[in-house]
């Protein structure tokens, strides 16, 4: 009789459980209907790490994690005192330059002058020449006198190029030393929050050292996977939407913005083996920039959730994907 009981107790606990994953099942296809095809993920925010870009040591970060910045804002300073030396001496080295320039162009002016003196000399000279009232010597003299003060211009005018290019060459310098300081202040590329801080104040860093990381958070994502028979039905700007486990009451309006290529499989974090081992398509679903910039303190990477997209989007969203979004 105990037996009998046992055997009654185990067939109606058996029972409940395959009525409760019917009832599951039931009403999971219900909320989610064949022409919705949905994947797991995890919202992803596009990293900018920065980084010097000349070695040195760092000053000062001026930001800490979890920050808040602006697109262009100062976030850390690198030891200028190398370079503050460098640009005075390249300034110096231009004035130098200048003043060489003006040098040779008065040098050119006096050498113009001496031409003209000898061309006059040797015009006059060679019309006494010909009626013979002075000799050949003292002709030739004037000649000579006349190719040299030539050669000499000609030199004075390299001179003047020479100098010319030493102030091109001193403003390369300075214009490069100016560069190199501009980049000694490490600036936010974009907008947004401060999600590593990699370096300390004093600590010596080598050509692109990272210092920092910034999460944009008005390029924000979620990757999924689909299968081949529901990838090759979704297109670039198709609508999504996305529900995160964090605040599952809210339904986030998104669109499609990448579709793989080519298939792969599944990456190690799928929870199943059975999963990860089949071929897949790599699918991107982002939310748009306007909606983030309205909630962009609540704005968070790494929340697990699940995307959902239409394989026709002529039909209607089911009405637990209609948009719903906190006040």
């Known amino acids: 009789m105990k037996n009998t009981l046992k055997t009654v107790a185990v067939i109606g606990m058996l029972g409940a459980i395959a009525g409760s994953f019917y009832w599951y099942q039931s009403t999971t296809t219900s909320e989610t209907p064949d022409n919705v095809a949905s994947g797991n993920g995890r919202i992803e925010a596009t990293e900018y790490d920065i980084a010097t870009r000349h070695p040195g040591r760092l000053e000062a970060v001026m930001v800490r994690e979890g920050d808040m910045v602006d697109k262009d804002q100062v976030l850390a300073r690198m ?15 231009l004035k130098e330059a200048r003043e060489n320039r003006e040098y040779a162009q008065a040098i050119v002016q006096v050498r113009e002058s001496e031409l003209r003196y000898a061309e006059r000399e040797f015009q006059r000279l060679e019309k006494l020449a ?16 006349l190719e040299s003060a030539r050669a000499k211009l000609k030199a004075a005018r390299v001179d003047v190029t020479r100098a010319e290019s030493g102030i091109e060459a001193a403003e390369a310098k300075i214009a490069r030393l100016e560069s190199d300081l501009e980049d000694s202040y490490l600036a936010a590329p974009v907008g ?15 050509a692109g050292g990272k210092v920092l990381t910034v999460l944009d958070l008005t390029d924000v994502y979620m990757t999924f996977f689909l299968p081949t028979e ?11 939407r996305l529900i995160l486990d964090a605040i599952p009451q809210y339904v986030i309006p998104a669109s499609i913005s990448f579709v793989a290529p080519r298939a792969q499989f599944t ?4 929870e199943t083996r059975s999963e990860r081992e089949k071929l897949m398509f790599r699918v991107k679903a ?7 910039k309205q909630h962009v ?14 394989l026709d989007p002529d039909t209607p969203w089911p009405e637990s994907l209609k ?5």
């Open 79 to 93: 030891d200028t005192r190398s370079l503050d030396a460098q640009l005075r001496e390249g300034r110096a080295g």
């Open 267 to 270: 990456p190690k974090a799928v």
């Open 192 to 206: 947004g929050r401060v999600l590593y801080k990699l370096a300390d104040p004093g600590e010596v860093l080598g």
């Open 297 to 310: 303190e609540a704005v968070k990477t790494g929340v697990p959730g699940e995307a959902f997209v239409r």
């Open 230 to 240: 529901q990838a090759g039905k979704v297109r670039i700007g198709d609508e999504a």
């Open 130 to 145: 010909r009626s013979g009232h002075i000799s050949q010597e003292k002709f030739d003299q004037a000649s000579t006198q």
């Open 323 to 327: 948009v719903s979004l906190p006040e």
């Open 286 to 292: 982002r939310v748009d920039p306007a909606l983030l």
